[in-house]
């Protein structure tokens, strides 16, 4: 039994260049451990910072990392450029949500060393996910992600919609989970391999016409496209999207978008390249659908919340639209729209937090009626996001959207360049209504901070912490992404050198 023992060895780790991965799980203990302590000071401000301190040095020790080429853990995770820029996107995303929650109330409802423990948690499990090269690895990774995903937007457990919201995710997670197992099972059954290189070597063998086989691939891209709100599988966005707590929402639609967009390019340009002459034609009829729901639903909302969510669905459909060419300009393209995509849509989250707390009037578009004449600092920053969703130039959407345009177009796509061109015009309609909201409407009322006086200032009331001016922290996530946005619409080439160099990671199979 003791030589036996003796010659058991454990898988190779490279711990060097798992440190991002260490770093988030390492955070989410600390984080968690000093939110039990009692004193108010501790819990609202320093479990925060160390919630951002612990993202900083994720994106630290990416940076250490970066252009590694390696195999981890026995070859279970690809730790390379694509997955190194997806965990840079990760954790801007959670510094963001972080800052957006830091006066919520959420954190306050569910503890904050709970609550800022499962974001770290959930953006390890992105991490994983990307990174996946191995089947079992890859459930690992989305399970990881989603869990704490369905106790967050139900934090705010004395509000009826939170938990609602909650629950609807965790019902149709479930069965995106479910989809996405029973296609790998099949996946493993006709090829008898998990690792993605031996699966995309079985397949280049002879088995591309195993029924078997194409079963598992249709219902592994199902699952996907649960996670990543593809039409018809984008149900439950609007919902969900509505009633989680607006920081949790926003983190939601660029992170695990991302992350879904991350896990589909590797699985698809990788592990079933050899498959692709039978999910392109697939996946370019999702997108045009998609497009067109997306773009539809989002006209009649007046909900800020669910219209973004609609919004959301068409702006997976132009991603999943760089994606079905099946190239590495075209993965590039989704990697350059998808950090475009994060740095709009907080900007515009972050006014709508700022606006919910300001106003009685919710996420509701009245909320952000007279916001020129009010809020200058805020008007502009969701301008400025709105016109970008749109593809105005000048913004890095249109940058996003032009490099999408020409990679469908070199990629023999034209007709879905033109459908991408349409949902763009449709969605003028919505976005442009919520920039005249802000310029030219008046405000249906005062807000809560004009409303209480400063009497009641004094007291330290919620709304007085909005009179006082302790919404800084929101103003100043929307001024930077919107900043941002505007900075690589007009010096775009930094975004071009990052996605190329990750792009190459993809450029063997394609």
Known sequence: MIAAAAQLHGPHINWAALSPLEALIGGSVIVLLVGLLRPRFIREQVVPALTVLSLGATIGLTLWQWHTHVAAISGALAIDDLALIMTLLFAGAGIAATLLSWRGLAPRVSAHGDFYALMLGSIAGMFVLVAAQNIITLFIGLELLSIPLYVLCATEMHRAASLESGLKYLIIGSVGSATLVYGLALIYGAT??????????????????????????????????????????????????????????????????????????????????????????????????????????????????????????????????????????????????????????????????????????????????????????????????????????????????????????????????????????????????????????????????????????????????????????????????????????IVPQPLFDLVQHSAHTLSGAL
């Open 192 to 489: 008898g391999a998990t690792d993605f290189s031996a699966i995309a070597a079985s397949i280049s063998h002879g088995h591309s016409s195993d029924t078997l086989l194409l079963t598992g691939v249709a219902l592994v891209l199902v699952g996907l496209c649960f996670k990543a709100s593809i039409a018809p599988f984008h149900q439950w966005t609007p919902d969900v999207y509505e009633g989680a707590p607006t920081p949790v929402t926003a983190f939601m639609a660029v992170a695990t978008k991302a992350a879904a967009f991350g896990v589909l390019l590797r699985v698809l340009d990788v592990m079933l390249i050899g498959e692709r002459s039978n999910w392109k034609p697939a996946l370019a009829a999702l997108a045009t659908i998609t497009i067109i729901v997306g773009n539809v639903g989002a006209l009649g909302q007046a909900s800020l919340k669910r219209m973004l969510a609609y919004s959301s669905v068409a702006q997976a459909g132009y991603i999943l639209a760089g994606v079905t060419v099946a190239t590495e300009l075209g993965a590039r393209a989704t990697l350059l729209y998808l950090i475009v995509y994060l740095l709009m849509n907080i900007a515009a989250f972050a006014v709508i937090i700022a606006r919910e707390r300001a106003t009685p009037y919710g996420d509701d578009i009245d909320a952000v009626a007279g916001l020129g004449a009010e809020s200058p600092w805020l008007a502009w920053p969701l301008t400025i996001a709105m016109l970008a969703l749109a593809g105005i130039p000048a913004t890095a959407g249109f940058i996003g959207k032009f490099f999408l345009i020409s990679a469908l177009v070199s990629g023999g796509y034209t007709w879905l360049a033109i459908v991408l061109v349409v949902g763009s015009m449709i969605s003028l309609a919505y976005y442009l209504r919520v920039i005249a909201a802000v310029w030219m409407r008046p405000a249906p009322g005062p807000s809560i901070a004009t409303a209480v006086g400063v009497p009641i200032i004094a007291g330290g009331s919620p709304e007085a912490d909005v009179a006082a001016g302790q919404q800084l922290e929101l103003t100043f996530v929307a001024i930077v992404f919107a900043a941002a946005t505007v900075f690589f619409g």
